[in-house]
Structure formats: C-alpha cells, structure tokens
C-alpha cells in the first residue's frame, strides 16, 4: 500500500506557486524558452498525445513479469547478476545465489548506473552494483540474512563496480569473458583519497593514518561519463553498512546528519571487517559518499574518491565542460530535504591532453531557487559557510549547505544535461515530509517553487538554464519540465502538470539521461502498487520526454518489483542497453529473467528495433 496520503489541503499553496510559476514562465524568454509543457495542476488544459519527436507506440501500463516494449522493438538479456565474468567462475547457482568466491568472479547485484566506453576498437560497460536484496542473495539461509563470514565476503562482493568488456556478434551484444579489461571493484578494493580533503584528520584511520588511502566503493547508486573518458561511480546510501559494538556510543550530529546510527541494515558487515563498526573507528564513515573517478581502459588503474564534490547520498554525476573549458559536475543528494550541488573546476579540459586532475581542485556549489523561478549557485566557502576549511566542507558537506541556506529539495535523483543546448534536469523522486517535518539537519522544509506539494507521492523533474549558456554561471532560470500525478485519481495538484494524462502516468521518477537528439529518457523507481494514489501507474517504467514540447510517452514497462536504472546506447545507437534493477524485491512475486520459478535476478538487457534502426 501507498505510504503517503494526499491531502487536498496543500494544494492552495500549489497552485499559489503554480500560478506564480504560470506568470513568470509568460514574462520570461516570451514564455516559449521552456517549451511548450505548461505547468497547470489539475485535470484542464492537458497536452494532448502527439506523434511529433517520439515516433513509437506507447506502452501501456502493466503489471507483467517482463520487459514490454513498443512493436517494432525487443529485447534480450545481456548479463544478469552472478553471471561469471571469467571462465575460472562457476555458472550462477540459483539454488544457493553463489558463495564469496564465486560472486568475486562475476557481476554483481543490483546494477544500477552505468556508462559505455569505447576506443573504437573495444567496448566497455562500467556498471555500478548498489546493494543487496538479503532476502534474496541469502535465500540458501533460513534467516535470510547472512550467517557466515563466507555470507559477508559473498554480500561485499556483490557491491561496487563491474567493468565488462562487450562486442556484437551475430546474435547481437555479448560479453567478452575473460578479457584482459573485465574487473570487479567492491568493497575491499584500494582507493586514493585525492581532493582538499586528503590527508585531514576526518578522514584519519588506524589503517590510514594519513587519510590519503581507503577500501574499497559501495552503495554505488548513478554513474556518470566525464569528457576525458573516464567512469564515475557514485556512494549513496552508505551509512546503512555501518553499526556500533558499544550501544553506549553516540553518533555525534555529523553523523546523525548522514543517518549513521547503532544498526546497519542487516549486512552484517562489521561482525566479519571491524572498520564497518564505527564507535571503534568513526572516521571510516567520512571514506565514503563520494564520487569516485576510474579509468576504465587501465585495469591496473587505482579509483580515486574525489572529496572536493563533497561528501553527500551521491546520486549521478553529470560531467559537462563550460564555455571556458571549466569541468562542471550536476550532482543530487537522494534525500528528503536535502541539496542539489554544482562543482566547477579550478583548471580547464583539454581535448587529448591530461584531464586526471581536474576533479581534484575546484568551487563546491548548491543550488537555491527562488520562488520567481530564478535560481542561484552558492559557492561552500569558508567564508560563506563559516567552517573551519575547504577540507571540512567536503567532508560535512550537508552542514555547509545548510549553512547557506539553500534550497530543501524533494530527494534529487539523477541530473541529465541536454547536449543539444545549455539545459540540465534533475528528477525529484518524491517526498512524504515536504512541508510536514525537516531535513536530518533541522532546516525546515517548506512547500516552495521547485518542490510546489505537501507530503509529494510522486514526484516532479526540475529543470534550469544557466545564465548566457554558461554552465559555470552564477545564476539560472529554471522550470518544471513535469510534476508526475495522477490525474485518474486526483483533480488538484496531485493530478500532475498538463503533460501528464491516464495514459502516460507515472511516480517516482529517478533515472534519468539524455540522448544525442536532445530527448529525456526517465526512468522510474516509485511505488508499484497499481493501486490507490499508484491505480493504473502499474510497474516501474521508462518514458521519453521531448523538452521541446513537454510531450511524454511511456516505452518501456519493466518485471514485476523492479526498478529500471541505468541506460547507455551502443556507439552506432542501435542498441540501448537498460538496467533492471531489483525485480521481485520486499517479498513481490517475480522470476525475472529466467522464469519458470527462478530466483529473479538483476540484469542488463539490450534493446534494439526489429528494422536495425537506431534508438532515440
Ligand atoms: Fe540509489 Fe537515490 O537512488
Ligand atoms: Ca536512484
Ligand atoms: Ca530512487
Ligand atoms: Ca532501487
């Protein structure tokens, strides 16, 4: 069932902001600068379902067990969970999930974000693996959970990153087993600490006491591709692998703030690797939540946390160059009330020439919007936050944004940015304490222009330009390219803005990616109930969104409790390959992709059209 109830009462406040929103767009840029998508809750004025841009039939909505796409197009399963990446592993037992050894060997669980990479000779996925499903990597276990230190090393295995390499053969994309650059990174891997946070006492360990080096990368969320080539893989969710031997011990606010407490989320992880037990070693929690940086063509490669895009629940990480040749990073940090950040580097990108450093040193930003649909970047300075050091902001980085009194946002997932003109969004998953309670930190959340509904179920995608073009700019105009709702449900404004109809209905949007053309792939992880404030939305999906138009039409419905994550297009854009990320999670009946009563098991698909086209 829904965990949130709508309430009529906040839509007053919506559609104060809304029509607000509604004026300004007209004042601004002659109000067609944003496209044609108003923003007007309530069932009227809808944008009636066009051919336009997005020449494919729409998917219906369904609860299936399976991958449903538009006719003229199918799909095939390119790796899945457990899958050997190397012909020294086992095949996946789907009765026991594997054991330690046999994870460290193959692909992991729960891909999430991933990037191809190619030198025009060889192909290269880079795949985060978020988490684990305990109920189902230790299904062999009458608990469910892990029992075993063998249970923890397989669990730690399943994490981090994978690197596989990927060639097209006659039945379509494989993957090259045993290639010299296939590679796990989990969570034991050796890591550069690099930024201005290197080697400050936060970061200090027993294992560390210089701070400059760490094991290893979980709670890998989005990923991200920068200019030069290299994979950025993103910490999100990390606190919930740590836990206190002494129940005595008190999380200080610092690590309240990122949700640090006594339990972890049942891993297990600090009983079999004490670094995970933090009343014993409470700086090992300021060694992640960072972006890490790998260079997927150099297998031998250390990955390197950068500390200076802080230290946040990363989401993705958008990597664009500015006019100016500066790398300018979009980065959310998944959490209700929490921030969306900009890192502008201090050198500029050179087009063949030595790029390794540029994420090492720059300004730190977050965004505030203003309720007249004008927005700013705040640089976390000393000066501006009053803390003691540019490395203290990039290790508290929540607590300097707080500081600057930024914008409160309604969980801010993946960041895309258009290439076809200076444009950037970001989805705003949902938030069920907007208006009601405060962030972690205290700041207050109220209802405000880019997060316009009280106790928001479903979710909206904010979008902004920057001023003159110019990623770097201070300052920005911004919109909302849709406010998800549902209008079969709903009259006021949680029936959605006028892009959103019965027919093309969805929450909970999380993933999200443009492709060359300028088109928006969004990808959802919302409730899957199919019922209440959720009827008719069925399971999590992709849609397309022209931002030209604000037409949007649902392409693909995923397996029954599944997320659908990651995207990345084939260099010929002929395939584009989707992750599907956790089906049959929280007990849900699945047995996606091998059927036939099979444990489910995440995976990666490649799609491709019937007639050879490309996609998107
Ligand atoms: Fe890992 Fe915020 O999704
Ligand atoms: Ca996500
Ligand atoms: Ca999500
Ligand atoms: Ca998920």
């Known amino acids: 069932m829904p965990d949130t109830t709508v309430t009529g009462g906040a839509a007053t406040d919506f559609e104060r902001i809304a029509g607000r929103v509604l004026t300004r767009r007209g004042l601004l840029e002659g109000g067609a600068a944003f496209g044609a998508a108003a923003f007007v809750p309530g069932a009227t004025a809808r944008v009636a379902a066009g051919g336009g841009r997005l020449a494919f039939n729409a998917v219906p909505a369904n609860t299936l067990d399976t991958v449903t796409l538009p006719d003229g197009y199918r799909w095939r399963v390119l790796i899945r969970w457990g899958d050997p990446l190397w012909s020294d592993g086992p095949e996946f037992d789907r009765e026991t999930c594997g054991d ?151 999380p200080g606010p610092e690590m309240r703030r990122y949700g640090v407490g006594t339990r972890d989320w049942g891993y297990g992880w600090a009983a079999a690797d004490e670094r995970f037990d933090f009343s014993r070693h409470p700086n090992e929690c300021n060694r992640v939540g960072y972006v890490v940086e790998i260079d997927p063509f150099d297998p031998a490669s250390t990955p390197r946390k950068h500390t200076a895009l802080g230290r946040l629940k990363h989401e993705n990480a958008e990597a664009v160059v500015a006019a100016d040749g500066r790398a300018v990073v979009y980065m959310g940090d998944d959490e209700r009330g929490e921030y969306l950040y900009r890192f502008v580097s201090a050198g500029r990108y050179r087009a063949g020439g030595d790029n390794s450093g540029l994420l090492e040193d720059g300004a730190l930003h977050v965004a505030k919007f203003n309720d007249d649909m004008s927005g700013e970047w705040i640089e976390l300075s000393p000066e501006t936050t009053g803390m003691a050091s540019r490395a203290e902001i990039c290790v508290h980085t929540r607590m300097a944004a707080s500081a600057v009194g930024a914008t409160t946002m309604d969980r801010p997932e993946w960041v895309a940015a258009n290439p076809a003109r200076a444009e950037v969004c970001c989805c705003l998953t949902n938030n069920k304490n907007r208006g009601v309670k405060p962030n972690a930190g205290g700041d207050d959340t109220p209802v405000n222009g880019p997060n316009p509904r009280e106790r ?161």
Request: one cysteine or more.
């Open 100 to 250: 330690g050894a046999s994870q460290e060997r193959a692909f992991g669980d729960n891909n999430d974000g991933m990037a191809l990479f190619t030198d025009g000779r060889r192909t290269l996925l880079a795949v985060n693996h978020e988490y684990t499903n305990l109920e189902i990597i230790h299904r062999n276990r009458e608990t469910g959970r892990p029992e075993t230190a063998d249970d923890m090393r397989k669990g730690k295995a399943a994490h981090g990153v994978s690197i596989v390499e990927i060639e097209e053969g006659d039945g379509g994309w494989a993957v090259v087993k045993d290639s010299p650059f296939n590679r796990r990174i989990a969570v034991d891997t050796p890591m550069e600490i690099a930024g201005p946070a290197r080697g400050h006492d936060l970061l200090g360990t027993e294992a560390d006491p210089a701070g400059a080096t760490s094991l290893g990368t979980w709670s890998n969320c989005g990923g991200g591709r920068t200019p030069w080539g290299a994979y950025l893989t993103c910490e999100e969710n990390f606190d919930g692998y740590f836990s206190s031997s002494d129940p005595a011990y008190e």
């Open 456 to 616: 928001n179920p479903y979710g909206q995608i904010v979008r902004w330009r920057p001023a003159g073009g110019d990623h770097a700019a201070a300052e920005f105009a911004w919109d909302l390219f849709v406010v998800a709702g549902n209008p079969a449900v709903h009259d006021d404004a949680y029936a959605g803005s006028a892009n959103i109809d019965a027919g093309n209905m969805f929450n909970g949007p999380d993933g999200l990616a443009f492709d060359e053309d300028g088109l928006l792939w969004i990808r959802t992880d919302g409730k899957y109930t199919d019922a209440g404030d959720f009827a008719g939305m069925g399971n999590n999906q992709m849609l397309v969104g022209d931002p030209a138009t604000g037409e949007i039409k649902r392409f693909m419905v995923g397996p029954n409790g599944c997320e659908v994550a990651g995207v990345a297009w084939s260099p010929d854009r002929r395939t584009l390959f989707v992750g599907i990320q956790h089906p049959g999670e929280d007990g849900v009946e699945s047995h996606w992709p091998d059927g036939g009563g099979s444990v489910p098991r995440s995976s990666v698909i490649a799609i491709a059209r019937d007639d050879g086209g490309t996609i998107g």
